[in-house]
Nanobody, 118 residues
Framework: QVQLVESGGGLVQAGGSLRLSCAASGNIFRINDMGWYLQAPGKQRELVAAITRGGRTNYAHSVKERFTISRDNAKNTVYLQMNSLKPEDTAVYYC????????????WGQGTQVTVSS
């Protein structure tokens, strides 16, 4: 099994920045892609950004040019640098990993709250 622990969420004013981190442990050799999802109240989880082992990235349209996903494979950690934050970015952010190259989410983090005030 793979366990994921997020950190870095909190309260920030509009226009500010946060850096989310997600550290993986357990059977880390099974990890392929890594990514971040968000979930607003009453809504389904949505992909924010994803990154492959080789560093290829994909972003939701709403966060392009503002958020940057990166990973450190030696530390088994994925990051999300969030700049120019807007109130509509407010949500719980979840780390996720694709295990064994199956093309689906194999493990979720517990989530970290991001709140952006106007």
């Amino acid at each position: 099994q793979v366990q994921l622990v997020e950190s870095g969420g909190g309260l920030v004013q509009a226009g500010g920045s946060l850096r989310l981190s997600c550290a993986a442990s357990g059977n880390i050799f099974r990890i392929n892609d890594m990514g971040w999802y968000l979930q607003a109240p009453g809504k389904q989880r949505e992909l924010v950004a994803a990154i492959t082992r080789g560093g290829r990235t994909n972003y939701a349209h709403s966060v392009k040019e503002r958020f940057t996903i990166s990973r450190d494979n030696a530390k088994n950690t994925v990051y999300l640098q969030m700049n120019s934050l807007k109130p509509e970015d407010t949500a719980v952010y979840y780390c996720a990993v694709d295990l064994d190259g199956l093309g689906r989410i194999g493990s979720w983090g517990q989530g970290t709250q991001v709140t952006v005030s106007s």
